[in-house]
């Protein structure tokens, strides 16, 4: 008998452990690692994925795919709860049969916080414009409306950026019949965009954009204000030249000469990216010799940030290091540096300016810089991304083996990890304490992949991690085609660190937009290109660090950036004390503070008016310990409570044995 009511008591014990644990989230992937995960709903297209965009409002990216004809463009929506892309496209595109698709860009064109989409297309019949720029609106019920098309461009694609100043999309380029010179596309209304030039003051000669090229638009000086970066075709055939225009607050469409010079022979597109933590953007690049390719880094060279000393319980300032020169306050983070400069000349100090071979850090010498496989030939940047969220962003590149195939490619992941004391490779050469080095991630799915043209990052499904996409030629009889194999891998290493993401929308509504006649809706199709944050938190070690991001830097030749900036915050105990959010108004001051944001969390900023009147929102990410925190608070509240009412219960039967010995002791002297 006894032995039968222990078994029922074990088994009712294991009902109720199944019953406790399985309201807990499951989690998707068990297996820790880099886990190729299939296309994910984009097995059927016949083409390539050429952009990220908020179609809808559900706070998920969707894909927009272009065919392999480059004829018509496909947005299909992310659903969250199939972890997959819906093979039927939200939306489909088409362009008129003399065109073909070179780049298409996202973004809210018409000011209703919707996504429209422009369309770059080059002509297959001659006589026709090189560039011909096609504006589909999005309606404020979610359909796409008609196409307008825009005053024509020349072959290099022109640069989506906020020059006015009023936080709406326009385009930097070179027009048709404008005699070569820069001229914006100034977005005056809705559907309606002049041509004017912008003011350029400085002594530089007229840049004319080399094409391809990698133009940004992204805060150089510090100041949170977005300023240019222009890649122009150099006084030397095959050489390219770089011009930094810095904005001018408070000045709509102006623009002062910071820095001018020439690139290295052989270089590649150019990314930009805060590599060593200091609170500036450097520039990260690849220049192929004959000799081989190397990887270079330009290092922003701007005043440092301030140390802090404690004495007690106050810290403030550490007048010394006043004393050695200017430095920056970690409460002034959006203080400009007349004084900064790029150091983009490869004969540059080691300190300022990194350069090492690509052999030395994925074991190949070529490295790919152009697919040009099919009819086109698209540039192949450096895919900047933290994929192991410690702060310090790491490399994705694509190498051309020895003795390769044609086609055949080797994809190298490569981790930003500090330089020892002695030794190490030659980005080394970049001397200090906080000297970088990159080194490839080895062991993983990504070593089987081959003819793989197009590497990049992603958070897929909005998980606070940052995932691979990649473009694969298709079977061998089709690899003339300029379509590609979409496949995702998935980034399941477990990290001891912590994210932050942020996105700056444009405005145009505030929280939700809510037109009459139509279904209210979220505006997270607004996000505004070229807002700038930057934070400083403490890391493990007691030492306080900058990082700067940019939202969206460049949209040229498909570069393939999402909308959101992300950021690793590596191993803190600390919340973000202070995130500056900086957006493209041409005012003063540009930028908002926010105070203690919690790490694992999305900040939504929509900056209208002075700063003080721009919304803000906090989107905290539920990670995998909530439900066991919860469940153990639960549990400690339960065994409080059980210990609380137990000793209540005791103390009243102790009040009540007083109470009749009380009246016992009057009943007997009364006796």
């Not at 452990?17 to 820790?32: D, G, I, M, N, T």
């Not at 805060?219 to 930094?244: E, I, K, S, T, W």
């Not at 000793?647 to 009943?667: F, G, P, S, T």
Request: hydrophobic share 40%; proline share 8%.
């Amino acid at each position: 008998m006894r032995a039968a009511q222990a078994v029922l008591a074990l088994a009712a014990a294991g009902v109720l452990r199944v019953c406790a644990w399985s309201w807990l989230p499951q989690r998707r992937f068990k297996e820790e690692g880099f886990l190729p995960v299939g296309s994910l709903g984009l097995d059927g297209v016949h083409g390539h994925l050429a952009a990220w965009g908020y179609w809808n409002d559900d706070r998920f990216l969707d894909a927009y795919v272009v065919d392999a004809a480059r004829q018509q463009v496909s947005v299909h929506a992310w659903m969250h709860a199939h972890f997959a892309f819906n093979t039927t496209p939200a939306a489909v595109y088409t362009v008129p049969p003399d065109l073909r698709i070179a780049n298409v860009v996202p973004a809210d064109f018409t000011y209703n916080g919707r996504t429209d989409l422009l369309v770059m297309a080059t002509p297959t019949t001659r006589g026709a414009a090189p560039l011909t720029l096609l504006l589909w609106p999005t309606n404020l019920d979610g359909t796409p409306g008609e196409p307008t098309t825009l005053p024509a461009s020349e072959a290099p694609h022109p640069l989506v950026l906020d020059a006015t100043g009023q936080q709406r999309g326009d385009l930097l380029g070179h027009a048709t019949a404008q005699g070569g010179a820069l001229r914006v596309w100034k977005n005056a209304a809705p559907m309606s965009f002049e041509l004017g030039a912008p003011v350029l003051r400085g002594d530089a000669p007229a840049c004319r954009l080399a094409e391809p090229h990698s133009s940004a638009h992204v805060d150089l000086n510090g100041d949170c204000l977005a300023d240019l970066f222009l890649v122009c075709a150099g006084a030397q055939p095959g050489r390219l030249a770089y011009q930094v225009w810095v904005a001018v607050p408070n000045e709509p469409l102006t623009y002062e000469l910071a820095q001018t010079g020439d690139l290295p022979p052989g270089t590649g597109p150019l990314s930009f990216a805060d590599m060593n933590r200091d609170g500036t953007i450097d520039v990260v690049f690849a220049a192929c010799e004959r000799e081989g390719c190397f990887l270079h880094i330009a290092y922003n060279e701007q005043m440092p940030l301030c140390s802090r000393e404690r004495r007690g319980m106050l810290t403030w300032p550490n007048q010394t290091a006043h004393a050695l020169g200017p430095c920056r306050d970690a409460l002034q983070l959006c203080e400009a540096d007349p004084a900064f400069r790029l150091h983009l000349d490869a004969d540059a100090p080691g300190a300022l300016h990194a350069r090492w071979p690509v052999a030395e850090s994925t074991g190949d010498a070529q490295l790919l810089q152009r697919d040009d496989v099919g009819t086109r030939a698209a540039p192949v940047p450096i895919r900047i991304g933290d994929w192991n969220l410690d702060g310090y962003p790491d490399l994705a590149v694509l190498t051309v083996p020895a003795r390769a195939r044609p086609g055949q490619t080797r994809v190298s992941l490569l981790e930003n990890v500090p330089c020892p004391r002695r030794g190490g490779s030659a980005s080394c050469a970049a001397s200090g304490a906080d000297a970088r080095q990159f080194v490839r991630v080895n062991g993983t799915a990504l070593d089987t992949l081959e003819y793989v043209r197009s590497v990049s990052f992603v958070d897929l499904d909005e998980d606070g991690t940052l995932d691979l996409v990649l473009q694969s030629l298709e079977p061998a009889s089709l690899r003339t085609s300029d379509a590609r194999t979409v496949s995702f891998v998935q980034n399941n290493v477990f990290h001891d660190s912590f994210f932050l993401k942020t996105l700056t929308l444009n405005g145009a509504c505030g929280a939700r937009c809510e037109p009459p006649g139509t279904p209210p809706f979220a505006p997270w199709g607004g996000a505004l290109g070229g807002a700038s944050y930057k934070f400083a938190v403490l890391d493990m070690n007691g030492v306080r660090r900058a990082q700067q991001v940019g939202q969206q830097p460049q949209t040229a030749y498909e570069a393939l950036h999402p909308p959101t900036a992300f950021f690793g915050l590596g191993r803190t105990n600390n919340y973000v004390e202070s995130l500056f959010v900086g957006s493209t108004r041409r005012q003063t001051p540009a930028h908002l503070v926010l105070e203690g944001v919690i790490p694992n969390s999305e900040v939504v900023v929509v900056p209208t008016g002075p700063p003080e009147l721009w919304r803000r929102e906090l989107f905290l990410h539920p990670a995998d310990w909530i439900p066991l925190v919860t469940l153990t608070l639960s549990a400690l509240l339960a065994l409080l409570g059980a210990v609380v009412g137990i000793l209540d219960l005791h103390e009243k039967r102790e009040d009540e044995r007083e109470r009749q010995r009380a009246v016992h002791a009057i009943n007997f002297d009364a006796l």
